[in-house]
């Protein structure tokens, strides 16, 4: 068991449902998850770290256009793509994390690159775009991230606006389909990592910043778990979910599944849908969401890998 290497990836909760879903576009998403879990698995397979093995796997769908993270973010209220990313070392927690950056292709290995050479955490806007430059990260224009679905997404959302039509659940999106992407792994010398990386909710505005690249809402990692979240920002920002369900089961040895659905409730209670991720040092994996679906997956060494979409599988 000491050497068993785990992976467990998330593409977004939100209303997944199979009757919204073309044949084209569930498995589209199927095949995304299973080569985010094939990148990371290589890694881990051949002895990496989980810090590696999360990045590579949230690379995988930042790259593709079917998740809001990298390319296929959402719009803000502007029309432009604001991104989000974080991750975080269970090992040393070390963490680095960036918000609101427009121009680095992979927000991902930004927020990478934050931890290992920056002196800081966390960086927004254009001064983490100019150290992503400085760090000679690839860059990447608007049009790389602009995808026309989630223009449609945006003019929706403003028609509502204008119509004054309530939105149900999160203020800002009239879908309430997430698609922010996140990973945790353990690796084969036990140390678990996470990582997540979102667009972060259509129509936002006024430069807000959601839970995923706050350390310890959206994305936490230490000895013991490690969580990746997706769901209404706002919400998991004030319950802290991410260190709120890894504290649980480092001082109170809860199973990771029941203080994910535990935190989980507590936050629906406020008013916040969505979903979580989260490994065990162990290798105890949980998947929790109180919204129709999660994209998602997992993979351990010597099992075939797994993904999953709607509630119901
Ligand atoms: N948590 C993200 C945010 O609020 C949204 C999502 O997960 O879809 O920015």
């Known amino acids: 068991m000491a050497e068993d290497w785990t992976l467990v990836i998330h593409g977004g909760a939100g209303v997944i449902e199979r009757e919204r879903m073309t044949p084209e576009r569930d498995g589209a998403v199927r095949r995304a998850l299973h080569e985010a879990l094939a990148a990371g698995s290589a890694i881990l397979e051949?002895?990496?770290?989980?810090?590696?093995?999360?990045?590579?796997?949230?690379?995988?769908?930042?790259?593709?256009?079917?998740?809001?993270?990298?390319?296929?973010?959402?719009?803000?209220?502007?029309?432009?793509?604001?991104?989000?990313?974080?991750?975080?070392?269970?090992?040393?927690?070390?963490?680095?994390?960036?918000?609101?950056?427009?121009?680095?292709?992979?927000?991902?290995?930004?927020?990478?690159?934050?931890?290992?050479?920056?002196?800081?955490?966390?960086?927004?806007?254009?001064?983490a775009d100019a150290f992503s430059r400085s760090q000679g990260l690839e860059q990447a224009g608007p049009e790389w991230f602009a995808t026309p679905e989630r223009r449609e997404q945006l003019e929706r959302w403003r028609a509502a606006q204008q119509a004054g039509l309530p939105q149900s659940g999160l203020a800002f999106d009239p879908d309430h389909k997430f698609g922010t992407v996140g990973a945790v792994a353990r690796d084969r010398a036990g140390n678990l990592a996470a990582a997540t990386s979102t667009g972060g909710v259509t129509g936002k505005r006024w430069g807000r910043v959601g839970d995923a690249p706050l350390i310890g809402a959206g994305t936490y990692a230490d000895a013991t778990c490690a969580v990746s979240a997706t769901g209404a920002g706002e919400f998991y920002i004030r319950m802290n979910v991410a260190h709120e369900i890894c504290a649980r089961v480092r001082l109170s040895g809860e199973p990771v599944q029941q203080a994910a659905d535990a935190v989980q409730a507590e936050t629906l209670q406020l008013?916040?849908?969505?979903?979580?991720?989260g490994l065990t040092a162990d290798g105890e994996a949980a998947f929790s969401f109180n919204t129709p679906g999660m994209y998602r997956g997992v993979a351990r060494q010597g099992d075939a890998a797994m993904v999953a979409v709607y509630g119901d599988e």
Not at 52 to 61: K, Q
Not at 85 to 97: E, K, L, Y
């Open 46 to 127: 051949r002895g990496g770290t989980s810090l590696d093995a999360v990045a590579a796997a949230v690379r995988v769908l930042e790259d593709d256009p079917n998740f809001n993270a990298g390319r296929g973010a959402v719009f803000t209220a502007e029309g432009a793509n604001e991104l989000d990313a974080a991750i975080m070392d269970g090992r040393t927690r070390a963490a680095g994390a960036v918000a609101g950056v427009t121009a680095t292709r992979n927000p991902i290995s930004l927020a990478r690159a934050v931890m290992d050479r920056s002196g800081h955490v966390m960086l927004i806007g254009d001064g």
């Open 271 to 277: 008013g916040g849908s969505g979903g979580v991720i």
